[in-house]
């Protein structure tokens, strides 16, 4: 079994920055593809950022040039450090991570719980 743990979730004033953490833990051959999404009330989970094994990352576009994701391996932890906060950015942030349990190339995804970001104006 695989656990997702986020935490970092909090309630900032727009403009201020925030870090999440997400560590996965459990039993597993490697991870492969991590990453950040996001669901605002009312709306659809959006993917916010993501980041492979190899540190190649990738970005929304509400988020470039604020938000950075970094991840360490040895940790099979990633973080988004989150900058320059909008209102627009409140929702429940959720990590997601390709896992491969075993030798085989196959790749099972899990979620974490989930943390709640609030921006306020």
């Known amino acids: 079994q695989v656990h997702l743990v986020e935490s970092g979730g909090a309630l900032v004033q727009a403009g201020g920055s925030l870090r999440l953490s997400c560590a996965a833990s459990?039993?597993?051959?490697?991870?492969?593809?991590m990453g950040w999404y996001r669901q605002a009330p009312g709306k659809q989970r959006e993917l916010v950022a993501t980041i492979t094994s190899g540190q190649v990352t990738n970005y929304a576009d509400s988020v470039k040039g604020r938000f950075t994701i970094s991840r360490d391996n040895a940790k099979n932890t990633i973080y988004l450090q989150m900058n320059s906060l909008k209102p627009e950015d409140t929702a429940v942030y959720s990590c997601?991570?390709?896992?491969?349990?075993?030798?085989?190339?196959?790749?099972?995804?899990?979620w974490g719980q989930g943390t709640q970001v609030t921006v306020s104006s």
């Open positions: 997601n991570a390709g896992v491969r349990l075993t030798v085989l190339p196959t790749s099972r995804f899990y």
């Open positions: 459990g039993e597993f051959f490697s991870i492969n593809q």
